[in-house]
């Protein structure tokens, strides 16, 4: 159960997208785990991958398939990542495009393939190409909600987004959904996203808006700090909606856009962590008054990764000491401890660099029983700040990821 409870979803389809799903029982039987999407022929696509030197065989083949042609498909399975198998698995990848670009009268190249799951087992292509048929039948602009839930691995619930607003008297519609619940540190977790519009967008654009969107929303949280081999965010603008396309920044659309872009990138990214594998709260790291974006950066993600603190607020003990000693062992270039300031939401535990006069264990203890926290560092050095959300370690992680593979 995701920190906050399930919300119900009501995604709106997008003119252009068509999705289908099928069970190809490629790990488990009990739901569907194949996902299609069909892109109109005017759809402009942008796509950002994961950094892990061990990037997945659907990943390579996808970037070497955005570089030959115009995407017109999107074949996601769940259940088996495909990834550390070396030529075998960008050879299984491959026939699982060719399968399909029989399937639809297309080719290959215009197939993006991805993949989720375990890593190092080899995927049954048998299986995959024999849930086709199935998912290509059941093709439909109304297939989100199901789209969401064929993704998931150890997601204990869908996650999906959309956002509707006005541009020169017309509605343009955002939707995305995602996957992620473990193995979360997105580097552009295992996470994999899906965001359409139907606003006529220029191909560069996209691609600026997506990385825009991306750094303050999916690389900006953590669950347990590792990245996968198959992480990919896919934005695609169909033009569906009658309106001259955004060809420059300068065009005042372009920041309304992005401003709901990041909107739902944000949404999905904040699912992800709520849903973190055993999570029990939802932490904001809020790094403020650093000497650059990255310092910043680094301190928030330092926090958020120390498995001393992230114990403490499953506990919800005040041991404060934790986050004091994760800033000071940041691997930033200056920091004055002396001038350090940290916040429990708005209960100060340390004024210039050591325990605040005002603070007392029962005030902090109140904050650390609510099950949303904020922890809240002012280093005094500049003016850039950087929030990452994350959440706690509980039994439950160890145990989800210890019998992940029973």
């Known amino acids: 159960m995701p920190v906050g409870g399930i919300v119900p979803l009501k995604l709106k389809s997008i003119n ?32 950002v991958f994961t950094n892990n030197k ?31 198998l070396g030529n075998a698995g960008i050879q299984t990848a491959k026939q699982c495009c060719e399968a399909l670009a029989k399937q639809v009268q ?20 048998d299986k995959l190409i024999g849930g086709l048929q199935a998912a290509v039948t059941s093709l439909s602009a109304d297939n989100w909600l199901a789209a969401t839930k064929a993704i998931m691995t150890t997601d204990t619930c869908q996650k999906g987004s959309t956002v509707s607003f006005e541009v020169d008297g017309k509605e ?7 996957k992620g619940s473990g193995m979360i540190r997105p580097d552009m977790a295992t996470m994999l996203s899906y965001i359409a519009t139907d606003m006529p967008i220029a191909k560069n654009l996209l691609q600026q808006m997506l990385k825009e969107s991306v750094d303050v929303s999916f690389n900006s949280i ?44 944000c949404s999905l990214a904040e699912a992800i962590v709520r849903d973190g594998e ?3 709260k939802l932490i ?13 950066k680094e301190v928030a993600y330092t926090i ?29 270039s200056n920091i004055n401890v002396d001038e350090v300031s940290i916040y429990l939401d708005d209960v100060c535990i340390v004024q210039a660099g050591q325990r605040s006069v005002d603070y007392t264990e029962e005030k902090g203890q109140a904050v650390m029983n609510q099950e949303e926290i904020k922890v809240r560092v002012l280093l005094s050095q500049g003016e850039y700040s950087a929030t990452v959300l994350t959440c706690d370690f509980s039994y439950d992680y160890v145990k989800i990821n210890a019998e992940y593979r029973s």
């Not at 194949?34 to 402009?44: P, V």
């Not at 695609?236 to 920044?249: D, Q, R």
């Open 16 to 47: 252009g997208i068509r999705i289908g799903t099928a069970s190809a029982g490629i790990s488990q039987t009990q739901r569907d785990d194949l996902t299609l999407f069909e892109l109109s022929d005017k759809t402009q696509l942008a796509a």
């Open 54 to 84: 061990f990037c997945a065989a659907p990943v390579l083949l996808a970037k070497k398939h955005l570089v030959i042609n115009s995407p017109r498909f999107l074949l996601i399975n769940s259940g088996n990542a495909n990834a550390g």
């Open 106 to 125: 297309s080719d290959a190249s215009t197939i993006l393939p991805f993949s989720t799951g375990v890593i190092g087992e080899t995927l049954p292509v």
């Open 172 to 178: 343009v519609t955002i939707t995305g959904i995602a």
């Open 222 to 265: 953590s669950v347990d700090g590792d990245t996968s081999t198959n992480d990919a965010v896919v934005l695609m603008a169909t033009g569906a909606v009658e309106l001259p396309f955004i060809t420059s920044i300068d065009d005042p659309r372009y920041a309304k856009f992005l401003s709901a872009l990041q909107h739902v990138c």
């Open 278 to 280: 055993g999570a029990t």
């Open 284 to 296: 904001k790291v809020q790094v403020e008054q650093a000497e650059s974006v990255e310092d910043a």
């Open 304 to 332: 958020a990764h120390s498995p001393l603190v992230k114990t403490a607020f499953f506990a919800s003990d005040p041991n404060w000491g934790r986050i004091l000693a994760a800033v000071g062992r940041a691997n930033i």
